[in-house]
């Protein structure tokens, strides 16, 4: 019979895809397959919307081990036999439905991506957007969603090293929860999330089955947020406690030749992680629901194979030495049941006590359609990428002093402690620039290596110009990265868009991965793993496009890293980088702030961002830098603040003013960076920035208590820290 | 010397306290797991940090109950060291092996953070090497940290100079700002009658080089070292 209208709602399947999978099976689906189904070919697991999107991506680069794409995250080699894989994942819908969890079980997935792996995991981050922090309902859901990262990730003792909070209206109805994790492991000492062998075991490891989580992939993943009270028991419960034996035994398990794959139970649950593992290994596998430890009663085929009950792995044993599995997790206190053998049929199949419930190729099941669209510009953003500059009422020089406090002051770009120090960002020994500088740097133990790791994504310059923004999404995490004293190694990235189905919501996407695309290939910087997180949003509003980037950077001798706030009293303080025109404050923090406008495109020259990040790492690998900090949110005169306020030190200096206070202090020029160092390093740093064709101005020297700017501001540092410390 | 680190199902900082004995101070270190009781052969026993069980229950609860904890509390009884580090403090608190209780920070956040020790005992086997209150620079990391014991309790502690380290101000004053938690009169770390156990909350293995920000912690292992 075929499946009714309901039915196909409730997994989010269109009837055309229905129709699909007749004539590909050559009948009707079972109840279980359709589950199945409406599952592996939701966006979230089947990306069949951005698939042909994500394929711009550059995939490789020399230091590529593992490409996006193959596993559950890519692997890149830092030498010395090591090699580190990170990824970065969106939790956003079970956030706005249920807060803690949400975001807990969200660190809970993308820890599970890396370990699954053999990848020990070292290191978080997280990019998180909420609506203003006025509305109650706003802090009700960023308290709860910090509080599960806390709760879930301290736990685990993975150092939790920042990341990155903004607020606008657009995320009311529909935050943002972007969770990354990195791993570090050794050169062939990867784990494939893949299933071959005929005769070998598959088995279930960890937290029994429930009914916690049904439909997440294909419900809360893949369609808008209409009805999200109805979808609560799509939200999953996480047990960190589990988690971490997990990662142990798992990590133990990665060393012997027992096992020829492991796989995380994520979206999709049991379904997707044997179907998928099935598929890498060009396997069939057969499945006894009976043998699947439940924790509750009376739960269908159907159910079982659907849950995404946390915690739990499916692990490929070697035929003979299943008992050396069980016998490893035994001592881990955790459960481990052979639930099906791999075949070589190529077939799925699910059984329910014996009786064949589902049996369909692996190969379709595996295989969504993908869908390319040719979506038009949309009528509305050539107005909003033009700014009219007379009509925008110019800063007086004495209100610039106010300004400044106002920006410092502003939840996007005032200090973040509040949130990370609920992190424990220091456990594992490595943090060697704790969250709050432009990039958390953590040292390799036992080498002279650090790694440097950001994440970046401005969703305002992407709503304003969606190719601009992703190309200076891109830009600024390698601009960070360098700030650090790194050389950018790869990214990865979470796709924050609307409705796919859409023409703005596709058109943004298609036009932000084309941006991104640029600005890495201009780089030569390849895009290593990733997550699409779409139909983000709520009545019909979407939010702002907001790709979000997660970059990774290798510093050769820890000892010559960099940090953001001026290190020692009288170093000179310089600008790296074209001070920018009035054009600058098109779509600024200060735009929005002082004059209630999100409008005009910011600009980028690639040829000049890429100068200046060779600029900024070769000062900082020939030891001339005290400190360097990029120029983004609120312009120079917020970064400067910054580092005197990180310093606690001050700043007298003055600018040469050629066209509008405004877009001098507060615009957002890119390929910009203010950097301090001693006195006596300044005509090797001169003559640095000319051979790498980077404009350089001195500003002035770093000073004690005072924030003096000739003419145009006088205040006191601990006004500025005062106002900056307490924004949140 | 030798240090056991013993491990739980749940410790995390275990590898941290390994790496800070073993890679820096240059000394033996093993692995114990819970479910052992052979001590044999160590010098001194680490009860390191994390979530023993999740932290179910409450905190320490459930890993007093381990195998291991009959022999950690034989060899205190023989007046070896024996150090707890945040759940190794609250597991050691559990076990009645230290007086007192850990209870939830009295901001009821988690809290990651560098905190200043002042040292107010150096005569114990783990601050001998400090001077009488030197200030340590030392980070926690706890969301249940804050030590709460009755009143005739603490007097007893500090009328027998049994409080070890004291959160204070980078300049060693004890203020109500500087204590990060609520603990009572600042109470970061305390030793039992005979001295040879201590219990502290902020987290010595963390800060054992000058890169990442204080090699402070250094001091309470080679304290532990001179005393062997």
Known sequence: ????????????????????????????????????????????????????????????????????????????????????????????????????????????????????????????????????????????????????????????????????????????????????????????????????????????????????????????????????????????????????????????????????????????????????????????????????????????????????????????????????????????????????????????????????????????????????????????????????????????????????????????????????????????????????SDAAVLRIQETTKAISMVTDGNGRYCYVNPFIGGVIAVAEAARNTACSGAHPMAITNCLNFGNPDKNDPYYQLRECIKGMTYACKKMKIPVISGNVSLYNETRGVAIFPTPVVGMVGLIKDVSRHCSSGFKRQGDVIMLLGDPGGDASIGSSEYLELVHGQVRGSQGIDMAAEKDLHACLIKAAEKGLLSSAHDCSDGGLAVALAESCILGNTGFKGEINLKGRVDAALFGEAQSRAVVSLNPGAVRKMEELAHRCRVPVTRLGIVHSGRFALKGLIDLPVSELDQVWMNGL | MKFGIVVFPGTWSDRDCYYSIHNICGQDAVYIWHKETNLSGCDCIVLPGGFSYGDYLRTGAIARFSPVMDSVADFSHKGRPVIGICNGFQVLCEAHLLPGVLRQNDHLQYRCQWTYLKTENNTTPFTAKCKKGQVLKIPISHYEGRYYADDSVIKELEDTDRVAFRYGTPSGEITKEANPNGALNNIAGIVNKRGNVLGMMPHPERSCEDILGSSDGNIIWESIIASI
């Open chain 1, 1 to 436: 019979m075929p499946a009714s209208k309901e039915q196909l709602e409730e997994i989010a399947l269109s009837r055309k895809e229905y129709n699909l999978i007749v004539k590909l099976l050559g009948r009707e689906p079972t109840y279980v397959e359709l589950g199945l189904f409406g599952s592996l070919w939701s966006e979230h697991c089947g990306y069949k919307h951005s698939k042909a999107l994500l394929k711009m991506f550059p995939g490789m680069g020399k230091h590529v081990l593992v490409k996006a794409g193959e596993e559950n995250a890519g692997v890149i080699d830092i030498g010395d036999g090591q090699v580190i894989g990170f990824k970065m994942e969106s939790h956003n819908h079970p956030s706005y439905i249920e807060p803690y969890q949400g975001a807990a079980t969200g660190v809970g997935g993308i820890v599970r991506d890396i370990f699954t792996m053999g990848l020990r995991p070292i290191a978080l981050m997280n990019s998180l957007r909420f609506g203003p922090l006025s509305a109650p309902h706003n802090r009700y859901l960023m308290s709860g969603v910090v509080g599960g990262i806390a709760g879930y990730g301290n736990c685990l003792g993975i150092a939790d090293v920042g990341g990155e909070i903004y607020f606008d209206d657009c995320y009311s109805g529909n935050p943002l929860v972007n969770a990354f994790c990195l791993g570090i492991g050794k050169t062939g000492g990867l784990v494939k999330a893949c299933a071959y062998g005929e005769g070998n075991l598959v088995m279930l490891v960890g937290a029994d089955t429930g009914r916690d989580g049904m439909h997440g992939a294909s419900g809360l993943a893949s369609r808008t947020f209409e009805e999200e009270r109805e979808l609560r028991s799509a939200v999953q419960v996480g047990n960190p406690f589990m988690e971490k034996l997990l990662i142990e035994a798992c990590l133990e398990l990665a060393k012997t030749d027992w096992i020829v794959g492991m796989q995380d139970c994520g979206a999709a649950g049991l379904t997707s992680a044997t179907v998928e593992a099935a598929y890498k290994g060009r396997s069939g596998m057969d499945i006894e629901v009976q043998k699947v430890p439940r924790r509750e009663k009376g739960m269908t085929p159907y159910e079982v194979m659907l849950s995404e009950s946390q915690e739990r792995m499916i692990v490929i044993a070697r035929k003979g030495y299943e008992g050396k599995v069980k016998a490893l997790f035994d001592r881990w206190e955790l459960h481990s049941d052979i639930i099906g053998t791999v075949t070589s049929d190529g077939m799925f199949t699910i059984r329910d006590n014996g009786q064949v419930v589902a049996h369909a190729p692996v190969e379709i099941l595996n295989t969504p359609p993908v869908y390319r669209f040719r979506p038009k510009k949309p009528a509305w953003l050539d107005g909003l990428q033009k700014l009219d500059l007379s009509k925008i009422k110019d800063t007086a020089p004495r209100d610039a002093g106010s300004t400044l406090l106002k920006l410092l002051a502003a939840p996007n770009i005032c200090s973040k402690h509040k949130v990370y120090r609920q992190y424990d960002h220091q456990v594992g020994d490595n943090t060697v620039v704790l969250p709050g």
